[in-house]
């Protein structure tokens, strides 16, 4: 499949795939080189902002409050930190892919970066969450990430696990990790792990998930990081009428 000049390696039976299931696994985003040059903005974004007082670096599985070392470090929009990020290769087919999926032109999608690295036997579980479960329910979003490992992602360094189908059913509970509301993280108890299918990706491969699928990943028992690169894209958003509550997003 093309979109506008690029060919995109995407059939029909894999878009049919990711509506009936809510993720599927993507042809190579980015060739050995590319991943080299991303894993070295990588490292040095996080060697510059790896600081808990700049707000767009954060520990979603640990307080921010207090001084320990992050558990889950994320660096939330790193195209502002490294725009060059936002010219490669890389975003361009990650936008056409966007745009293949969602049904909605390339340039009408909004975007924003996310950096997660799972440090060597020490990062913590991704515990299972829906996206949208972090989303202002006043308004309905249709969106999805592009998830880009730059390691190997395995069961056992964390790579992303999913129920397949369970973007059709409705946002299910969720409170934040530890019953602590200064931890950013949120979690569900509501999911059945017997059908979880695990995703695992060689760097340069990717996965994309709905807003609404639930997922999940380990921790990184590895000796290596567990590097991975996700860009989330998003048609406009619609208002909706009666908005359910999700009271886990009140702060206390
Ligand atoms: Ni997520």
Redesign the pocket.
């Known amino acids: 499949m093309r979109v506008g000049t690029i060919d995109i390696g995407i059939e029909d039976h894999q878009i049919e795939a990711y509506k009936r299931d809510g993720f599927t696994a993507l042809p190579r985003l980015a060739e050995d080189p590319e991943i080299a040059w991303l894993r070295s903005i990588y490292d040095r974004l996080f060697a510059d902002h790896a600081a808990p007082d700049t707000g767009d670096y954060r520990d979603i599985a640990g307080r921010n409050d207090i001084a320990e070392p992050a558990r889950l470090p994320q660096i939330i929009r790193p195209e502002k930190y490294a725009p060059e990020l936002l010219q490669s290769a890389h975003f361009a087919r990650c936008r056409a892919v966007a745009s293949a999926f969602l049904g909605i032109p390339g340039d009408q999608l909004d975007f924003y970066g996310h950096a997660i690295l799972k440090p060597p036997r020490y990062g913590a579980p991704?515990p299972w969450?829906q996206?949208e479960a972090y989303m202002d329910p006043k308004w309905a979003w249709r969106g999805l990430?592009v998830w880009t490992p730059l390691d190997d992602a395995t069961v056992e360094s964390g790579c992303l696990q999913y129920i397949p189908g369970g973007h059709r059913k409705p946002v299910l509970p969720h409170h934040h990790i530890d019953h602590d509301d200064r931890i950013d993280g949120l979690m569900t108890d509501e999911i059945d792990d017997s059908t979880a299918v695990a995703c695992p990706l060689q760097p340069g491969e990717a996965v994309i998930h709905d807003f609404r699928a639930p997922?999940y990943a380990g921790p990184n028992q590895t000796d290596q990081p567990r590097r991975a690169y996700v860009l989330v894209f998003m048609g406009r958003p619609v208002e909706v009428a009666a908005p359910e509550p999700r009271p886990w997003l009140k702060k206390t």
Request: charged letters at 20%; proline letters at 0%; a negative charge.
């Open positions: 991704t969450h996206d990430s997922h």
